[in-house]
C-alpha cells in the first residue's frame, strides 16, 4: 500500500476512532463557527432560510441542500459539539445566521462526553443544557419555528440506547412545554424489531452514509411541511372565526364551536356562557353589519393527540389589547372550538388607575348605558326610523359621578288626586304623586316628587314602577330642553338610594312620533346634575 495512502487512511481513522468512543465537549470553535457565520452573510436570503445547527451528524451532512431544495439552506454543524456548545455560540450560530427556520441536532456526543472525574454527563444535565438553549430562543426569537432532531441511533454507541431513549423522552417532553417540534428519527432509521439499521452508516457505524442522510432529510423535510402547513391551517380557521364576527355571519361565528356545551368567557365576570348562551345573547350584535372586530397579531399553538390549544394576542378597535386562550379539537367534521377565554391586556404600571375604575357601582351604570345604546341600535327595539339608526352611533354620557348618588328621604304621600300630565304630542296622560324625596347634594337640600302612572299601573309588570322626571341647571344647555328622566322600583323603609347616574332621555329627544312626558315645574332642582346622559346634538 502506498505509505502516504496509508498515512492519510490512519490519519482519518484516528479522528474517527474516538468519536465512537468518547466526545470532549467545550472545545474552542471559533474558527468554525466564523467560517459558518462568513458563508451565511454570503448567502442572498432571498428564499425562506433553513438552518442547522448541531454536530457532526449535520456538518459531515455535505449535501444536505439537496433535501431541502425550496429553501436557502445554511450548514452550521460542527463536529464535536455538545448543547453547552451551541449555547456558547448562540449569537453567532442563530442570531447572526438569522433563521426563519431552525433545525437543531444535539444529544449524541453529550451522552458520551466524559468528565473531569472520568464520569459520563448524567442525562438530567444533558436536558438542563438543552432546556437553557431552548429557553434563550424562546425569549430572544420567539416566533421562529424550531424543530429539535433527536439523538440518533447509532451501531457504535448501542450501548447507551437506554440512555438515549430516556434523554429523548425527556427532550420530547420539553419541546412541547416551548411549542417546538420534536422529531424522533428513530423509527427512520431502525427496522420494524426495533435494531438500529446498520446499512444506513459509514464504516465508523456512527455517522449516516448518503442512504442514510437521504432518508433523513426525507423525513425532516416532510415533518417540517406538515408542521408549518398544519400551523397555517391552524390559523386560517381562529383567523376566519374572528372574520365570521366582524363579518355578522353568526352561522359560520357560531358553527365552530365544538357543540352547545362548548364555552365562551368574555371579559366581564358574568360572561361565562355555554355557546348556546353565548348565541342568545350575541344575537343582537350579529344582526348589525359587524358585530366586533379583533384581530390576531401573536399566537402560540400547542398539541396533544387531538386536542389543540393556543394563546394568541389581540388588537380590538373597541377595547384595545387584549388576550385570547382558546382549546380545539379536531374531528371528523373539521377544527371545532372547545372553549376560549378573552381578557384584556393590562400593563403593570396602570394596574393602579384602573381599579378605582372597576368598582361595582360604576360598571353596573356602565352597564346600564351599553344596554340603551343596544336598544336604540337594534332594529327590533329601537325607536329610530332605519335612516336614524343608521346614523346614530351611541349616546353621550357624563363620565360616572359618584357624587350624584344619594341617600334619599322618603314621604310617602296619601290621597293625592290625578292629574294630566303635559306631553310633546299634547296629548295628556293621567299621573299621581306617589312621595316626595329629599337629598342632598354639596350642602344643598334638594325635593323631588316620584310619580305613578295610571296607565302603567294597570299592567303587572309596572305595578311597583315609579317615574321621576327632573330638569335642572344643565337643562337646554348639555341635556334635553324637556328634562331627563329615571325609573324607580318603589322602595320599601324611609330611606332609597337615588342614583342620578341612570338618567336617561325620552325617545322625543331623537325622533318624532311619540308622546313624551314634559316634565312638570315642580320636579326642578336648582343645581346642574353633571350625571347620567347628555342632551342629542341635533333634534
Known sequence: MNSALSFSLLLSFSFL?????????????????????????????????????????????????E????????????????FDDIFHYKEELISTTNPDILVIYEGDNDIVHEEEDGGQRKVFDIYSDAWQLLNWIQKTHPELPVFLLSPK??????????????????????????????????PWLTD?????????????????????NNRLGYFIAEEI???????????????????????????????AFYNNESIFQGTDGGEYWTAEEFSTWAAPYFRRESAWIFESFERHWYRKGNTLWFNERLDSPHMGKCRGVGVVQSTKEGLKIEHYSLSFEVPNEVVGDLLPLAIPKR???????????????????????????????GHEFFNYNPKMTVEAQIQVLENEAWFNMATSSGVSREYRRYAKVTFEIGGQTLELFLYQSKRLMAMEEYQDHLFLPFTDKTTGVSTYSTGRFIDITKPEGTTMVLDFNYAYNPYC???????????????????????GI?????H
Do not use: M
Open 192 to 212: 420494524n424489531d426495533g435494531n438500529v439499521d446498520a446499512t444506513l452508516f459509514n464504516f465508523d457505524k456512527l455517522h449516516l452514509n448518503d442512504k442514510g
Open 225 to 255: 411541511r406538515d408542521a408549518l402547513e398544519d400551523e397555517q391551517r391552524l390559523n386560517k380557521f381562529i383567523d376566519n372565526w374572528h372574520r365570521a364576527a366582524a363579518t355578522a355571519d353568526s352561522g359560520a361565528y357560531f358553527g
Open 67 to 82: 433535501s431541502f431544495p425550496e429553501y436557502e439552506v445554511v450548514n452550521a454543524g460542527i463536529g464535536g459539539s455538545c
Open 509 to 531: 329627544a331623537y325622533t318624532d312620533g311619540y308622546s313624551c312626558p314634559i316634565t312638570p315645574k315642580e320636579n326642578y332642582i336648582d343645581i346642574e346634575i353633571n350625571a
Open 363 to 393: 360598571i353596573e351604570v356602565l352597564k346600564f348605558q351599553q344596554e340603551l345604546d343596544d336598544f336604540y341600535s337594534d332594529s327590533t327595539t329601537s325607536p329610530l326610523t332605519p335612516e336614524e339608526r343608521a346614523d346614530f352611533y
Open 153 to 186: 441511533p447509532s451501531p457504535s454507541r448501542w450501548q447507551h440506547v437506554a440512555k438515549y431513549k430516556a434523554l429523548n423522552s425527556r427532550l420530547e417532553k420539553l419541546t412541547g412545554a416551548y411549542n417546538y417540534q420534536f422529531l424522533d428519527c428513530w
Open 534 to 538: 347628555k342632551g342629542p346634538k341635533e
Open 17 to 65: 476512532l474516538p468519536l465512537n468512543i468518547s466526545a470532549q465537549c467545550g472545545q474552542n470553535y471559533d474558527h468554525y463557527v466564523g467560517r459558518i457565520v462568513k458563508k451565511a452573510e454570503k448567502l442572498p436570503h432571498d428564499k425562506t432560510r433553513i438552518v442547522f445547527v448541531g454536530s457532526s451528524t449535520f456538518r459531515l451532512w455535505d449535501n444536505v441542500d
